[in-house]
């Protein structure tokens, strides 16, 4: 800065006039004389000392919401222009650096620091971040960037599109939303990571069908209610869905990109949260009026019938006479000549728990070492369902890793022929361990239960298992089945006729057991148990309450 002798009078609009000049050097280009120049190095024309921060360019310029000033340099670093406060919680104007990230190719990184360090900018150890806040450094990028000018991001008009594009506009009329891009039981799959409204998660391209429909929303579009496969019914706008499963091993995560120090807008899930918590979702649509090939709604049509209030399942007519019936036809028939008497309650002292039979069997074989002694087992179909055997403990668990790999063990009987047991080919882990180990003897006891008896299936024709202890105990058991299974009510009342017309349907029998077990095969069919009950019905065997 200028020097003036003492004892000169300095006027204020003298000092106005230096001051410019003085930060004027801090932006503006200058020579370097042939006098200033070393022998050893040419001489060049320096560029602004500011410029050098920014990689001797600035080539972006734009206004944040709150008012900041963010300016881009050709080499990716940010700076902006903003305000902090100090300890007295006083404004104070500074110019705040983001370097460009450490993995860019052709990392400029140190060449920035440098320029940094030698234009005299400061680090904050808090922010950690360089920065300006000297005034006249402040004042000096003030002007560096004051005629680089702002980036016009605003959206092109309709007009303007058509012009650039050369391709004509459809004119829609502006309260038309655009058309629905998926219908009522269509298949869509996840775009990309969703959750439900309870917080499971759902990945990409999880398939699920449309269940129910949503109004339009003015901001955000449509919106469906979808049951995804396995996890349960969500929520989803539009733009979350896809028609087109999703190519195996691709995974897409959705993001935005904020310029530094902005934040990162709401996801698609917070937003339906907030249109729930708000009560702003849009009102469902249960069902939309088709239209037909002359352009008339169904619903305009009047209807030969009108709709029942509830849904009606036909039986099955039962064939006429001479003419050979089926095996539900024929438990059937088998129920309305025999008198349906109801199993005496059994009577729990101990809670939930049952006394489950065992008897000493044989001996368990299968390349181990050790005796491992079977105390009952069953057999459905060639595969396993239940094992109880007890002996050492590493024997114990050898045997059990055998089963669980789908390999095959024998119970050797002490007067009988060896009889083999195995999950079946295929199948492996598919027992659930009941383990209880005393250590003052070394010895274990091990129940082995397939999952077919632990978790039924009723989602298709499967088959599942009852441990029978009483014959009231099994009626109740095979009625929780039931009315899992089938789409219809299933009374208290029916659990005898089920019971009975079940086993001579052929869709409850005893398995193949050993030990004193008593366990019952169901057969999860629904349209069989299905038809039993409403033959049942038609037949008058059984009746609404």
Request: aromatic residues 6%; contains cysteine; negative net charge.
């Amino acid at each position: 800065m200028k020097k003036y002798p003492k004892g000169q009078l300095v006027t204020l609009p003298t000092l106005r006039a230096e001051l410019p000049a003085a930060i004027h050097t801090l932006v503006t280009s200058e020579t370097q004389s042939n006098d200033e120049a070393s022998d050893a190095e040419p001489v060049v024309e320096s560029a602004s000392p500011l410029l050098t921060i920014f990689g001797g360019r600035i080539v972006g310029k734009e206004r944040r919401s709150n008012g900041d000033i963010i300016v881009k340099g050709e080499n990716g670093i940010f700076a902006t222009r903003t305000t902090w406060r100090n300890r007295r919680d006083q404004p104070n104007i500074v110019w705040e650096f983001d370097l460009p990230p450490q993995d860019r190719a052709g990392n400029p990184l140190p060449t920035i620091q440098k320029a940094l360090q030698v234009n005299n900018a400061l680090y904050s150890l808090y922010t950690r971040k360089w920065h300006f806040e000297q005034p006249d450094k402040v004042a000096a990028l003030d002007m560096l960037v004051a005629d680089v000018p702002f980036i016009d991001e605003e959206p092109c008009t309709v007009d303007e599109a058509a012009q650039i594009l050369g391709v004509p506009i459809r004119e829609t009329s502006a309260g038309e939303p655009p058309a629905r891009l998926f219908a009522l039981n269509e298949i869509v799959y996840a775009r990309h990571e969703l959750e439900t409204a309870d917080g499971k998660p759902i990945s990409t391209g999880t398939r699920g069908k449309v269940v129910r429909l949503y109004n339009h929303n003015a901001k955000h579009g449509w919106s469906y209610d979808v049951d995804f496969d396995g996890i349960g019914i969500g929520w989803c706008f539009e733009r979350e869905l896809t028609p087109q499963e999703p190519i195996p091993g691709i995974k897409i995560t959705r993001g935005a990109v904020v310029p530094p120090g902005g934040a990162l807008p709401p996801t698609d899930t917070e937003l339906k949260r907030q249109l729930i918590d708000a009560g702003l979702q849009p009102a469902p649509l249960d069902s939309l009026p088709a239209v037909s090939e002359d352009g008339i709604k169904t619903s305009d049509v009047p209807e030969a019938e009108p709709t029942p209030a509830i849904r009606i399942i036909k039986p099955a007519p039962m064939p006429s006479e001479g003419e050979p019936l089926d095996p539900t036809q024929l438990a059937i028939r088998a129920a309305q000549t025999e008198v349906l008497t109801t199993p005496p309650t059994v009577l729990v002292s101990n809670g939930r728990m049952v006394r489950i039979e065992q008897a000493y069997v044989g001996e368990m074989t299968g390349s181990i070492t050790g005796q491992v002694f079977c105390y009952g087992w069953s057999v459905h179909e060639g595969i396993c369902i239940f094992v109880n055997i007890a002996g050492p403990r590493m024997a114990v668990e050898a045997i059990r890793a055998k089963l669980s790999k789908g390999d095959q063990v024998s119970v050797v009987p002490p007067d009988a022929p060896a009889v083999e047991l195995t999950a079946g080919e295929g199948n492996s882990g598919m027992y659930h361990p009941y383990l209880h180990y005393l250590p003052e003897a070394r010895f274990a006891s091990l129940l082995l239960v397939h999952d077919w008896a632990v978790t039924p299936n009723y989602g298709g024709k499967a088959t599942t298992f009852i441990f029978r202890t009483s014959d009231g105990q099994a009626t109740a058991k095979l009625k929780h089945h039931v009315t899992q299974l089938v789409n219809v009510p299933v009374f208290d009342a029916w659990s005898v006729y089920l019971y009975e017309a079940g086993q001579k349907a052929m869709l409850v029998r005893r398995t193949r057991s050993a030990g004193g077990i008593d366990l019952l095969s169901v057969e999860l069919d629904v349209d069989a148990w299905s038809r039993l009950i409403t033959g049942g019905l038609e037949q008058g065997i059984i009746s609404l309450p």
